[in-house]
């Protein structure tokens, strides 16, 4: 797959058409990245929420810190804040600690991270399974790694795929999920928004829900636009 450097066309893969944002929706009191602008400009003309646990700073309510750094992410419970440089790097801190701590990533590659992460949480259609280590590479088959680190506030092994019509989050199950021989994994597959699910739920031997309306004859799943 290549680059993913596209948050507008990754919504429209997801979501559906773009619209026009309301208007005030990308105001900003201060100078922002244009990385950060047009993050909020896509997410407005989604038309939908497109976060469902962490969540973006408001344009109007950036505050850049006295050493340059512009904190502009937060996790649900603000456990963790994001904040980019002047170089458009971002690090994280977590809530008590005066540390910022590079993630690794730019600002344009964190938003997308960040977006398809969510829209894995909120998606309508989706289910978990667990998978036994052994069995991890044959249920991803048809999946690819995308290249992002884990978040500062997951599990350092979390990782997101993706395929043709469905994204995937794999990452260590809570406490209490176990396996007597190996190490078990905890794998969310989602799908776009109006999108079939079954086809996934049987490769990963989960009960029908029913849910999500079946493409078009002659229209496979679009692949994701990375």
Known sequence: MGELD?????LRWWYGPVLNPSPGATTADVAVPSELADWHLAAASAGVAVTFQDHPIALAKLAPEPGGMLPFWAENQHGHHWAADSGKQVFARESGSEDWLPTGEDLRGFLLHCTIREAIIGAPEK???FVPESLLSDALESFEPLDFPALASEEPETRLWAAAGALARVT???????HPSEQLWMITVAVPRGADIAGFEARFGVPSS???AAPA?????E???F
Request: net charge negative.
């Open 210 to 212: 029913g849910g999500g």
């Open 172 to 178: 260590l199950p809570p406490v209490g999920y176990g």
């Open 223 to 225: 692949e994701p636009p």
């Open 127 to 129: 289910f978990t399974v």
């Open 217 to 221: 004859a002659g229209h496979p799943p």
């Open 6 to 10: 596209d948050v507008r066309e990754f």
